[in-house]
């Protein structure tokens, strides 16, 4: 399999680390191992790394600020996950726009990339059926 990183990407309180949530919990459903040591959790962010069918899943769910997602993707490439999952912020800010992105990619070089994209659903009940939806498209995109 060829390294990749997935990330989830949308403007502030659409879901994106909701999703990447349940796409942890749908990955421990299917028979993911952590591996010990690595879980850290940082407010309703974490940092964890997985081993599923021979691979290691390294999860961020952070992604506004492209500073500390840099710091988080570089632990994660240096444990040689196969595949890497996070959220990533287009920023609010002119001089901003588009750094986390950036982050991702230029962090990673080599890791084929895969955006997801989200966006605010219409009500709070759709929203969480959409954060489910993206969770799947995840753990789909993982192999």
């Not at 403007?11 to 421990?28: D, P, Q």
């Not at 290691?56 to 500073?67: C, E, L």
């Not at 890791?111 to 997801?116: F, Q, V």
Request: hydrophobic share 35%; charged share 30%.
């Amino acid at each position: 399999m060829r390294k990749k990183v997935i990330f989830i990407r949308g403007s502030g309180c659409v879901g994106k680390s909701t999703s990447i949530r349940y796409a942890y919990g749908e990955l421990i459903g299917l028979g993911a191992k952590q591996l010990p040591d690595y879980f850290y959790g940082a407010g309703k962010d974490f940092l964890d790394i997985l081993e599923l069918r021979g691979f290691k899943i390294g999860i961020w769910s952070g992604g506004d600020v492209a500073r500390i997602l840099r710091m988080r993707l570089k632990t994660l490439k240096q444990e040689r996950c196969d595949v890497i999952v996070c959220a990533c912020h287009p920023g609010r800010k002119e001089g901003q726009r588009g750094k986390t992105e950036q982050a991702i990619r230029d962090t990673l070089r080599g890791y084929r990339a895969i955006p997801i994209d989200k966006s605010h659903a219409a009500s709070k009940s759709k929203q969480d059926e959409e954060n489910r939806q993206s969770a799947t498209e995840i753990v789909r995109a993982i192999f």
